[in-house]
């Protein structure tokens, strides 16, 4: 959460059936809505160098109600802008209804996402020096895997896991806030931001 | 290998959202306002047998029509000679679990491990399936031959692709080639998401685990439904009633039911009823037993989630060629208005042991509409849509106003908005019809009254409104409700032109005014018995007059301040 940008979207209906979309005007409509963005973020103390746009149409085959949405290249557009939207749209629609037509295109909406890049915490390097598995440990117990029934295993303090040091399942690793369970058939490493690597499917 | 409640149940479902998931994709992709807007179409997922075990809803009308559907291709294709990829189409009225033929399924098995385990079936209104008029249906069809393109049962598609001479086939025989083919592809896309919802169900499970729980499910529904059974009164109840006329030749047709309900079994026997007539009412055996089972749902437990096992106690009794049951080559184009009298007679039939859940005669008729014609671009147009309508008072509250029909169900009203963007009509009025019918202690909800202006130069008007000549009845000495029917306002035309409950193709041009009028509901109880203080209310809100308040209910409200006059009233009570 800490680490989301800002966000704000604005729609403007702009409905062009068929092929019939003139690259000029979409870009002046674009261009227009950026710097409206723009004035808002910057109202909100986003520095210029901070704010990033994303610009997308929603798009629909004629005769359709939903619409599905498609990015639209940044900058000044061209013809062949207005062919890779039309492109992406058919792949989009592919993909989210497993097929497409031959019919013809209707836009309907101009999406812009402006974002306020914000500052990310910075995650530190542990110092892994001194920690070993054996002194991770804080336990044994049995623990039911579902499918794959119950298994006698280690239980770890997430903290003082070692680092860089892959680890067979079946094994729980806990700490404060959450429980990671590792399958049998995965290993885990933690690495030097102390994230945890599982290796493996943990199915039968 | 034992099999516990929780998986059964998780399963359960599991294969309702994939269902549901399945509805969602349909209604995105499709083309047709009627299935995007109204939601006139249904999924499901049946066992491998064709059995029903997971519905999403549209249209009750098609409850149970998916899995004749399925049971329908396994006669003609037997089990063993599907495979995974195939794709089967019907709408056959006769055979093919159909109902009319705009109405199209969509059938495909499901595979795992190299089993057949399931079927993904839908159906759809498409707005365009050729025949002599725009939209398909009509009211003056004489044969089936009239009202469009006929799938018996055929592959459209295999191994994940489909015929493309097929295609090229509908393409060259409908009105809207675009959108007809938009919305088969749409139901396509709708199977394979079932398909791959189930797939990855039987794979969690495995396919002994996902076929035990299949048969739990079904087992479950029958137990449930007759635990149902069980608790209503014991006996033979009977109902008759007309409906208006067959859109040919103007004379009523004579409709009735007897259902006996035993301990074993609920049988409704239609036989008695007209046989099958020249003109587009015909209804099949499919929309019959899909009356019977919505019935059966709404007087036994509408709220559990509908699967084949709940509907093992229903059997329906009708000899073949009635108006009900309908042969090859009837027409069947509106078969919706005699399916629906058959939900109706039952209906009325059970009232009298089923008060607490049923409410007094509604307006029915699903009101069909069709404005076609061209466009100012000169493109070819055609809204089809039902209209909202009265339903009747109830034992406890008043009828429920401008409410789609009970075949209908989760079905939606064309917005205004849509209307008026995709059609060259403008909506000139829509409102409550406060006709003053359906009078009762509690009383009738309101009909609606939607007008249409016709803006461009020529348009055609289709309409099948029942309960014309014979209003929704009342019950408990409540009054009968109001008829439904159509007004054409020809523009400088005569000025009390006549109502009418169906029109084929009536020619309109730019100015004229269509006017779609829907019955108030039947009404409980004496009228002289509702609550002088609900009267009242009705008449501040501008439903019902001042005086019509006196005359009809026996309440006098002072002409000055509406105050209830509780002398006076008792005083016209008294009269009665």
């Given at each position: 959460m800490l680490a989301a940008d800002l966000r704000q979207d604005f729609i403007r209906t702009f409905i062009r059936s068929g092929g019939r979309v003139d690259p000029l005007e979409l870009s002046a409509l674009f261009a227009e809505m950026e710097a409206e963005a723009g004035i808002l973020l910057r109202e909100q103390g986003i520095a210029e160098e901070r704010i990033a746009f994303q610009r997308f149409a929603d798009a629909r085959y004629v005769g359709q109600e939903h619409t599905v949405k498609v990015p639209v290249p940044r900058g000044k557009l061209e013809e062949r802008d207005i062919a890779e939207i039309h492109e992406g749209f058919h792949r989009l629609h592919e993909q989210a209804y497993g097929f497409h037509l031959d019919s013809s295109i209707e836009l309907v909406n101009c999406h812009l996402t402006a974002l306020g890049v914000v500052e990310k915490p910075r995650v530190n390097r542990i110092?892994?020096?001194?920690?070993?598995l054996d002194k991770a440990q804080k336990g044994r117990r049995r623990v039911n895997f579902d499918e794959l029934g119950f298994h006698e295993c280690p239980i770890y303090e997430r903290d003082l896991l070692p680092v860089g040091e892959a680890v067979q399942g079946p094994l729980v690793i806990e700490e404060p806030a959450s429980t990671t369970v590792v399958f049998p058939d995965q290993s885990v490493r933690r690495d030097e931001y102390g994230f945890l690597h599982l290796v493996g499917c943990g199915k039968p | 290998m034992s099999l516990d409640p929780f998986t059964v149940e998780i399963i359960r479902h599991q294969l309702i959202a994939a269902a549901e998931e399945s509805f969602v994709i349909l209604g995105r992709s499709s083309q047709s306002p009627i299935i995007y807007e109204v939601l006139d179409y249904a999924c499901a997922i049946t066992d491998r047998?064709?059995?029903?075990i997971a519905q999403a809803n549209g249209v009750p009308g098609f409850l149970g029509t998916l899995s004749f559907a399925v049971k329908a291709v396994l006669d003609k294709y037997p089990a063993a000679s599907l495979h995974p990829g195939d794709t089967l189409i019907t709408n056959?009225?006769?055979?093919?679990?159909?109902?009319?033929?705009?109405d199209v399924a969509l059938v495909a098995p499901i595979f795992e491990a190299g089993e057949l385990i399931a079927f993904s079936v839908n159906k759809a209104h498409w707005t365009e399936v050729g025949g002599m008029a725009a939209g398909s249906w009509t009211t003056d069809s004489t044969e089936i031959y009239q009202e469009g393109l006929q799938f018996p049962i055929l592959y459209i598609g295999r191994d994940y692709k489909l015929d493309q001479a097929l295609i090229d086939l509908i393409k060259a025989n409908v009105r809207t080639p675009e959108r007809t083919v938009g919305d088969l592809y749409a139901g396509v896309a709708s199977l394979r998401t079932a398909e791959g919802r189930v797939k990855e169900i039987s794979a969690r499970y495995g396919v002994q685990t996902f076929e035990s729980s299949v048969a739990e499910i079904l087992n479950h529904g029958e137990r449930m439904a007759r635990l149902e059974l069980s608790r209503l009164p014991k006996g033979t109840y009977a109902a008759e009633d007309w409906m208006d006329d067959d859109g040919l030749s103007g004379d009523p047709v004579y409709v009735r039911v007897k259902v006996s309900i035993s301990k074993e079994e609920f049988v409704c026997d239609f036989s008695?009823?007209?046989?099958?007539?020249?003109?587009?009412?015909n209804c099949t055996i499919t929309r019959l037993y899909s009356a019977c089972r919505s019935i059966f749902k709404a007087i036994t437990d509408p709220g559990f989630p509908a699967n084949d096992g709940w509907f093992r106690p229903v059997r329906v009794v009708c000899p073949e060629g009635t108006v009900f049951t309908a042969r090859r080559p009837a027409p069947v184009s509106t078969y919706w208005e005699t399916g629906a009298y058959a939900c109706d007679l039952l209906w009325h039939a059970l009232f009298p042991i089923a008060a607490d859940r049923l409410t007094a005669g509604h307006f029915l008729s699903i009101c069909g509409t069709i404005v076609s014609g061209k466009d100012e671009k000169g493109e070819d147009f055609i809204l089809v849509e039902p209209q909202a309508g009265g339903w009747g008072a109830g034992a406890t509250k008043d009828g429920e106003s401008g409410l789609v029909a009970v075949g209908d169900g989760e079905t939606y009203m064309l917005p205004v908005e849509i209307c008026e963007a995709r059609y060259p009509l403008r909506v000139e009025q829509y409102m409550f019809n406060t006709a003053p019918m359906g009078a009762g202690k509690y009383r009738g909800g309101f009909g609606l009254v939607r007008e249409y202006r016709i803006l461009c130069k020529d348009a055609r008007l289709t309409a099948t409104f029942g309960r014309h000549s014979y209003p929704p009845w009342g019950a408990m000495q409540g009054q009968e409700g109001s008829a439904n029917g159509v007004l054409v306002l020809h523009h400088g035309g005569q000025r009390t032109p006549t109502c009418k409950g169906k029109l084929a193709r009536h020619p309109l041009k730019a100015g004229d005014r269509v006017r779609l009028i829907t019955a108030v509901g039947g009404g409980y109880g004496l009228a002289r018995e509702r609550e002088p203080a609900a009267v009242r209310e009705d008449v501040l809100n501008g439903l019902l007059s001042r005086k019509l308040a006196r005359e009809i209910y026996g309440v006098f409200l002072d002409p000055e301040t509406l105050e209830i006059d509780e002398l006076k009233t008792k005083k016209l009570r008294s009269k009665a």
């Amino acid at each position: 959460m800490l680490a989301a940008d800002l966000r704000q979207d604005f729609i403007r209906t702009f409905i062009r059936s068929g092929g019939r979309v003139d690259p000029l005007e979409l870009s002046a409509l674009f261009a227009e809505m950026e710097a409206e963005a723009g004035i808002l973020l910057r109202e909100q103390g986003i520095a210029e160098e901070r704010i990033a746009f994303q610009r997308f149409a929603d798009a629909r085959y004629v005769g359709q109600e939903h619409t599905v949405k498609v990015p639209v290249p940044r900058g000044k557009l061209e013809e062949r802008d207005i062919a890779e939207i039309h492109e992406g749209f058919h792949r989009l629609h592919e993909q989210a209804y497993g097929f497409h037509l031959d019919s013809s295109i209707e836009l309907v909406n101009c999406h812009l996402t402006a974002l306020g890049v914000v500052e990310k915490p910075r995650v530190n390097r542990i110092d892994g020096a001194g920690l070993q598995l054996d002194k991770a440990q804080k336990g044994r117990r049995r623990v039911n895997f579902d499918e794959l029934g119950f298994h006698e295993c280690p239980i770890y303090e997430r903290d003082l896991l070692p680092v860089g040091e892959a680890v067979q399942g079946p094994l729980v690793i806990e700490e404060p806030a959450s429980t990671t369970v590792v399958f049998p058939d995965q290993s885990v490493r933690r690495d030097e931001y102390g994230f945890l690597h599982l290796v493996g499917c943990g199915k039968p | 290998m034992s099999l516990d409640p929780f998986t059964v149940e998780i399963i359960r479902h599991q294969l309702i959202a994939a269902a549901e998931e399945s509805f969602v994709i349909l209604g995105r992709s499709s083309q047709s306002p009627i299935i995007y807007e109204v939601l006139d179409y249904a999924c499901a997922i049946t066992d491998r047998f064709g059995n029903l075990i997971a519905q999403a809803n549209g249209v009750p009308g098609f409850l149970g029509t998916l899995s004749f559907a399925v049971k329908a291709v396994l006669d003609k294709y037997p089990a063993a000679s599907l495979h995974p990829g195939d794709t089967l189409i019907t709408n056959d009225p006769y055979t093919g679990g159909g109902t009319h033929l705009s109405d199209v399924a969509l059938v495909a098995p499901i595979f795992e491990a190299g089993e057949l385990i399931a079927f993904s079936v839908n159906k759809a209104h498409w707005t365009e399936v050729g025949g002599m008029a725009a939209g398909s249906w009509t009211t003056d069809s004489t044969e089936i031959y009239q009202e469009g393109l006929q799938f018996p049962i055929l592959y459209i598609g295999r191994d994940y692709k489909l015929d493309q001479a097929l295609i090229d086939l509908i393409k060259a025989n409908v009105r809207t080639p675009e959108r007809t083919v938009g919305d088969l592809y749409a139901g396509v896309a709708s199977l394979r998401t079932a398909e791959g919802r189930v797939k990855e169900i039987s794979a969690r499970y495995g396919v002994q685990t996902f076929e035990s729980s299949v048969a739990e499910i079904l087992n479950h529904g029958e137990r449930m439904a007759r635990l149902e059974l069980s608790r209503l009164p014991k006996g033979t109840y009977a109902a008759e009633d007309w409906m208006d006329d067959d859109g040919l030749s103007g004379d009523p047709v004579y409709v009735r039911v007897k259902v006996s309900i035993s301990k074993e079994e609920f049988v409704c026997d239609f036989s008695g009823s007209s046989p099958q007539v020249p003109g587009a009412i015909n209804c099949t055996i499919t929309r019959l037993y899909s009356a019977c089972r919505s019935i059966f749902k709404a007087i036994t437990d509408p709220g559990f989630p509908a699967n084949d096992g709940w509907f093992r106690p229903v059997r329906v009794v009708c000899p073949e060629g009635t108006v009900f049951t309908a042969r090859r080559p009837a027409p069947v184009s509106t078969y919706w208005e005699t399916g629906a009298y058959a939900c109706d007679l039952l209906w009325h039939a059970l009232f009298p042991i089923a008060a607490d859940r049923l409410t007094a005669g509604h307006f029915l008729s699903i009101c069909g509409t069709i404005v076609s014609g061209k466009d100012e671009k000169g493109e070819d147009f055609i809204l089809v849509e039902p209209q909202a309508g009265g339903w009747g008072a109830g034992a406890t509250k008043d009828g429920e106003s401008g409410l789609v029909a009970v075949g209908d169900g989760e079905t939606y009203m064309l917005p205004v908005e849509i209307c008026e963007a995709r059609y060259p009509l403008r909506v000139e009025q829509y409102m409550f019809n406060t006709a003053p019918m359906g009078a009762g202690k509690y009383r009738g909800g309101f009909g609606l009254v939607r007008e249409y202006r016709i803006l461009c130069k020529d348009a055609r008007l289709t309409a099948t409104f029942g309960r014309h000549s014979y209003p929704p009845w009342g019950a408990m000495q409540g009054q009968e409700g109001s008829a439904n029917g159509v007004l054409v306002l020809h523009h400088g035309g005569q000025r009390t032109p006549t109502c009418k409950g169906k029109l084929a193709r009536h020619p309109l041009k730019a100015g004229d005014r269509v006017r779609l009028i829907t019955a108030v509901g039947g009404g409980y109880g004496l009228a002289r018995e509702r609550e002088p203080a609900a009267v009242r209310e009705d008449v501040l809100n501008g439903l019902l007059s001042r005086k019509l308040a006196r005359e009809i209910y026996g309440v006098f409200l002072d002409p000055e301040t509406l105050e209830i006059d509780e002398l006076k009233t008792k005083k016209l009570r008294s009269k009665a």
